[in-house]
Nanobody, 124 residues
Framework: VQLQASGGGLVQAGGSLRLSCAASGRTFSKYVMGWFRQAPGKEREFVAAISKTGANVNYADFVKGRFTISRGNLKNTAYLQMNSLKPEDTAVYYC??????????????????WGQGTQVTVSS
């Protein structure tokens, strides 16, 4: 499956962005979808994941209550709605997919397919 992330940009603290991850090439509903981020000088970290049907979601503690992951299997797209953004949310955000991982998987190494990343910059 090929993944294309989009929707990043520059936003002020407290603002919102919606990231999209468009998938092509394989049956989208067969994949758990995840979002990760990587700030300069830091390791890639888990942000959120959603099960194949969309019935189950998992979030990193630092985004709970602020970010929402969703998916539209008919549109072959996953989303990350980000509200109440903070400067520390500044990073390159990546979407990822895997057909065998569980929606509870938080390790980047368990995801087989990755998008190219989209930059999110939050100014104070």
């Amino acid at each position: 499956v090929q993944l294309q992330a989009s929707g990043g940009g520059l936003v002020q603290a407290g603002g919102s962005l919606r990231l999209s991850c468009a998938a092509s090439g394989r049956t989208f509903s067969k994949y758990v979808m995840g979002w990760f981020r990587q700030a300069p000088g830091k390791e890639r970290e888990f942000v959120a994941a959603i099960s194949k049907t969309g019935a189950n979601v998992n979030y990193a503690d630092f985004v709970k209550g602020r970010f929402t992951i969703s998916r539209g299997n008919l549109k072959n797209t996953a989303y990350l709605q980000m509200n109440s953004l903070k400067p520390e949310d500044t990073a390159v955000y990546y979407c990822a997919a895997d057909s065998t991982s569980l929606w509870t998987t938080t390790q980047a190494s368990m995801y087989a397919y990755w998008g190219q990343g989209t930059q999110v910059t939050v100014s104070s």
